[in-house]
């Protein structure tokens, strides 16, 4: 079982839809937890960063962390197509080094 | 704030020779620098971590005498790929972490990649 799951879609959606992408997570000792957006053969950049259980809200994205059923979300409010991505979940392994183990990314298209 | 360059975006090389990738963080100090390989359609997968002035930390798998990284200040960090083969071909990313201007904490900080075929 890889450490960080998610289903690489496509995920296609209209304009304005509200959009939820999850990820499941197996190592529950670790905390922290971050979203990153990929465009098409750029680098990542990070949409969000969250440490344990709860929401955080930043403009249309919330991130959501389940940590009962280690499970992770992003919504993404009043999608555009410049939305358009790949978007990566991403554990924290602590202990100081803070390395990251990513998720394989979910595609999503939002289309006018 | 908080960029990090690559160069070359793009290289092409013959199977035999080797590659040398810089990465750079322009405006702030990298203390850690990580080194990422991205096939299509596929996650980022960690290759190496690097700390300035030490050896880097290899994921298991990497063979260190192929990716060889040298991290040799805050601002830069190279990763050269020896005897580069044809399965060498991939989307090559690194990241810098540190603290940015204007940031409350560490966060890691993505280059643009750099796409490596060889034929």
């Known amino acids: 079982q890889k450490e960080v799951e998610q289903d690489p879609g496509p995920l296609s959606v209209p304009e304005g839809a509200i959009v939820s992408l999850n990820c499941t997570y197996s190592n529950s000792a670790f905390q922290y937890f971050m979203w990153y957006r990929q465009y098409s053969r750029k680098g990542p950049e990070l949409l969000m960063y969250t440490y344990s259980s709860g929401n955080k809200e930043d403009g249309r994205f919330t991130a959501q962390v389940d940590k009962s059923s280690k499970y992770i979300s992003l919504f993404i409010r009043d999608s555009q197509p410049s939305d358009s991505a790949t978007y990566l979940c991403?554990?924290?392994?602590?202990?100081?080094?803070?390395?990251?183990?990513f998720g394989r990314g979910t595609s999503l298209i939002v289309h006018p | 704030g908080a960029v990090v360059s690559q160069h070359p975006s793009w290289v092409i090389c013959k199977s035999g020779t080797s590659v040398k990738i810089e990465c750079r963080s322009l405006d702030f100090q990298a203390t850690t620098m990580f080194w990422y390989r991205q096939f299509p359609k596929q996650s980022l997968m960690l290759m190496a971590t690097?700390?300035?002035?030490?050896?880097?930390?290899?994921e298991q798998g990497v063979e260190k005498d192929k990716f060889l990284i040298n991290h040799a200040s805050l601002t830069l960090s190279t990763l050269t790929v020896t005897s580069a083969h044809p399965e060498d071909s991939s989307f090559y990313i690194c990241?810098?972490?540190?603290?940015?201007?204007?940031?409350?904490?560490?966060?890691?900080?993505f280059g643009p990649g750099t796409r490596l075929t060889v034929l």
């Open positions: 690097s700390n300035e002035g030490s050896k880097a930390t290899y």
């Open positions: 990241s810098g972490a540190g603290l940015a201007p204007g940031r409350a904490y560490n966060e890691q900080f």
């Open positions: 991403v554990q924290l392994r602590g202990g100081g080094s803070y390395i990251p183990t």
